[in-house]
């Protein structure tokens, strides 16, 4: 196996700031999803559906 290790790398001093704008946006998305999942099941139940 190929060793991929970077002697020029310094632990912990890379740029997260895309990674951790993407994850927000994730988050926030899988939260929506989930209220809109919550409501439509809450409306289903009171129209017996």
Known sequence: MADH???D????????RA???TFEGFV???VWVACI???????M???NA
């Open 45 to 47: 139940g009171l129209v």
């Open 5 to 7: 290790h970077n002697a």
């Open 19 to 21: 990674h951790e704008k």
């Open 28 to 30: 926030r998305m899988a």
């Open 37 to 43: 999942v919550i409501g439509v099941l809450i409306f």
């Open 9 to 16: 790398h310094v632990h912990g001093t890379m740029d997260i």
